[in-house]
């Protein structure tokens, strides 16, 4: 989801495998929690939008196989912070520019950069989870 670096990475007994990547851009920073494994990924390694960074899972402290987005804004110098103030979050649905409704889930094919709209279904199961084909076909 972004151009940059990866500015964090590492297991937790909450998040499970996470890794945390930041804009060289804008400062907006990515954490991907609960990857399944640890990502091949490194501190300081470069990142591009739609490069493979890991797998979701069930690391952690969850129920059952997804992926826990967060987006924070770094661009002021700070770190990631887990228990930083609301204001410092942002909505990943807006930045991908999905839908962030209870009883919808969405496959997302593509890069996160308009003007190639994702695909929308609605489905039982899960309040909502995003998932790419890419990803989904490594499992398989």
């Known amino acids: 989801m972004v151009n940059g670096t990866v500015i964090h990475k590492t297991y ?3 998040r499970g495998n996470y890794i945390i990547m930041k804009s060289d851009e804008t400062g907006i920073a990515f954490n991907y929690q609960h990857m399944e494994s640890p990502s091949p990924l490194n501190v ?3 990142v591009v939008i739609g490069q493979f960074v890991g797998i979701e899972g069930s690391t952690g402290q969850v129920t059952g196989k997804h992926l826990h987005l967060e987006e924070q804004d770094l661009s002021s110098g700070r ?4 228990s ?4 410092y979050f942002k909505n990943p649905c ?3 520019n999905i839908p962030n409704k209870t009883g919808t889930e969405c496959y997302y094919s593509g890069t996160p950069i308009p003007p190639i709209p994702p695909t929308v279904e609605k489905r ?3 309040n909502w989870a995003v998932f790419t084909k890419n990803i989904r076909r ?3």
């Open 12 to 14: 937790s007994s909450v």
């Open 44 to 46: 300081g390694d470069k």
């Open 79 to 82: 770190e990631w912070n887990f």
């Open 84 to 87: 930083t103030n609301i204001n």
């Open 94 to 96: 807006d930045f991908m």
């Open 124 to 126: 039982k199961g899960f």
């Open 138 to 140: 490594k499992r398989t």
